[in-house]
Each structure stands twice: as structure tokens, then as C-alpha cells.
């Protein structure tokens, strides 16, 4: 597990202060981060922390669950159906990212995977996985069940970095696709109102290649040091090979 | 002593820790995420871990102590305690904790008793070193000298 010297460029943060500059422009990411461990909980949100993500960490399922507000107990204690006053003192912030432990008391990790995944409101959350066993089975069974990555414990920066990447450039293109569906529908009412229906596609086209390039090239920029470790995930391994 | 020898001496106890085993490259992963916004991080985890571990230890010595000994409660202990090892880098204290889950396994009384000692022993060895070695980081903080970063490859 030893690696060589890669981890300078980690000490000083005027990369990661480059990185925060090229994400300024969207919200940081916000994480849940699930783990019933003490001391695991800490490093993850020092880890997250540190690739610039807002972190939210709780100790088991049953209060991941509460903080979404997704929490059957509570909902049943509602005599009156939805109460949306009443979900304000469990729910948080709006959650990009749920990453969990998957041996926990209670509800394990794989359940709460479940339970996100049938939720309409919230199985687009992707849900990343972190376990010390490496067990096939186990990575098949969570990715079938809809999980985004799986993660071999103990956590190392270069794992959450590789995540919050990937969650950050799909967050951005779904609001570019959202901001150029927008403009489009802006632009389209706009014509329409002329009572010109010449609805050519080049604005939109136009809008999406030039948004597009610059900050996935940063991205790409902040990865670059640490992109052998994108083969390191199981998952991407897989995901890669089925798309060659 | 001046902070040059101050750090020199801690660069040299530091290095004999991963040479000896007690440290893996998971504790360099927890250096490099302090910083001086952060600048107790370390000492931070580590206390959280020592704390766990004794509360863990205390309680795989009272469930092996039982008559009918519950051999899952004793493998939901160690399991724990393997996994907050290996998330600071305390390398023997998950080496021996892998040890002990296989015999729990087996349900084999004799054999945990004897892997509960061997965790016992390597988890106050590497506490005694964790603490020597964050005495030795406060000591040149005190003295105004920065602490130096290992780097794995020596």
C-alpha cells in the first residue's frame, strides 16, 4: 500500500485552492457520510473536508435515513400525512453524495443503499459504498442494487478525490443540461413572441460546447496527478471494460 | 536541544515505526490531511482511536470472560478494532486482530484468549509509540520549529 512521493503535492494547498477556483462558479458538493465508527468517521470528514465538500457525518443508517427525511418511524408518527414543518427539524441541507460504511449494527450499508434506491425522491443520489473487505460478492451485489463505487477501506485521498470528481462533473452537466434546456425555452418563447419559428439548434449547441470544455479541462488538471488511481476502483475497472 | 535536532531525532523515530511495522502508509495518508488549518488532526484521531480501543479491549476481555462465551459479540469486537487500526495505520494491531477473527471462527477459547494478549500487547506498544512520538512533535512546536514530513521510499 506504500506510495512514493505522490503525496507532496498534496501538503500545500495552492492546488487545491486552484481546484476550489474552478469549481467556484457551482455549489460545493455536499456529502453524507455514514459510518457507525468513531474514528472512521473523522478521517472521512477530514478527507471530504479537504477535497472541498460540505460533510454531514452520522453513525448509523436509521439517522441517514432521518436526515433525509426518508425515516418510516417518524413518517408513521404523522397522523395527518406530510408535514413539511415537521421534516425541517430532522432534513438538512440538499445531499449530492451518500457514502457509507457497509458492516454496520442495525442497518448495514447495503440496506440503506436499498432503501435510498426505492426512495422516488432520492434514488438519484449516487451512494458509494466503503468496505475493509474486498469481497467480490459483496461489490456485485452493491452495484447491482444501484451503488455509484465501491471503496476499500481504509479510505485513502486519492479514493475520495476520484469520487467527488466524478460527482462534481455530473452535478455540472446536469445544470448544463438543465441551464441550456432553460435557454432554450427562454430563446423558443422569445421567437415565439416575435412570431418568428425559425427555432434553429445552433445557440444551444453553441451554449453547451463552450460552458463544457473549460471546467472539465480543470478537472482533468486536478486528476491528472492522481489519475492511476481511477483504475484502482473496482467499479471503474468494471464500468471501463464494458464501454470499450 | 535546538529544533533542527528536535526534528531530526523525531524524522528518526518516525522512520523506525514504519521499519519496525508498528505504522503503515495509512498513518503518512493522515499526516498529509493536517495542515494549518488542521494542525491537531493527527493528534486528534489518534486519541479517538486509543479511547475506542480501550473500550474495545475492555469489552473482548469481559466477553471472553463469560461462561458461554458469545463468539459473534467477540468477533463484532474485533472487527472494530481492526477496522479502526487499519484506518490510522496501526499495522500490528490490525495484523493481530486478523489473527484473532479467524480463531473466533473456529470458536476456538483457548486460542482467542491467547490473540486477546497479542492485541492487548501490540496495541499498548504502539500506543506508547504514538505518544512518544506526538511528545516529540509538541515539543517542536513549543520551541516555534515546523514538523517534517516523512516521505515512504527511504
Known sequence: ?244 | MEVGQMQRRLVDYTKSLFMEGFLDAQFLQLQQLQDESNPDFVVEVVSLFLDDSEKLLNDLTMALDQPNVDFKKVDAHVHQLKGSSSSIGAQRVKNACIAFRSFCEEQNIDATLRCLQQVKQEYYLVKNKLETMLRLEQQIVAAGGSIPMIELGF
Request: hydrophobic letters at 30%.
Open chain 1, 1 to 244: 500500500m506504500a506510495r512514493n512521493g505522490g503525496v507532496a503535492w498534496m501538503r500545500t494547498t495552492e492546488k487545491i485552492d486552484g481546484y476550489d477556483l474552478s469549481t467556484s462558479d457551482t455549489e460545493e458538493v455536499h456529502v453524507l457520510a455514514v459510518d457507525d465508527s468513531l474514528v472512521d468517521r473523522k478521517v472521512i470528514e477530514r478527507l471530504l473536508r479537504i477535497s472541498s465538500c460540505k460533510v454531514t457525518a452520522v453513525d448509523s443508517g436509521r439517522r441517514a435515513l432521518q436526515y433525509l427525511g426518508l425515516d418510516e418511524e417518524i413518517q408513521k408518527k404523522e397522523t395527518n400525512g406530510f408535514d413539511p414543518f415537521f421534516y425541517c427539524d430532522f432534513q438538512g441541507l440538499k445531499v449530492d453524495l451518500i457514502i457509507t460504511d457497509y458492516c454496520m449494527p442495525g442497518m448495514t450499508g447495503y440496506e440503506l443503499l436499498k432503501k435510498v434506491k426505492e426512495s422516488s425522491a432520492f434514488r438519484e443520489i449516487p451512494v458509494v459504498i466503503m468496505s475493509s473487505e474486498n469481497v467480490i460478492a459483496r461489490i456485485d451485489r452493491c452495484l447491482e442494487e444501484g451503488a455509484e463505487d465501491f471503496i476499500v477501506k481504509p479510505v485513502k485521498l486519492s479514493d475520495v478525490k476520484r469520487i467527488i470528481d466524478y460527482t462534481t462533473t455530473e452535478l455540472r452537466e446536469g445544470e448544463l443540461r438543465e441551464g441550456a434546456r432553460a435557454k432554450r425555452r427562454g430563446i423558443n418563447k422569445r421567437k415565439q413572441r416575435e412570431g418568428d419559428d425559425d427555432l434553429s439548434s445552433s445557440p444551444p449547441s453553441t451554449l453547451s460546447s463552450s460552458t463544457s470544455s473549460s471546467p472539465s479541462s480543470s478537472i482533468q488538471s486536478a486528476t491528472a496527478p492522481s489519475s492511476p488511481s481511477t483504475l484502482d476502483s473496482p467499479t471503474r475497472r468494471l464500468k471501463m471494460t464494458s464501454s470499450e
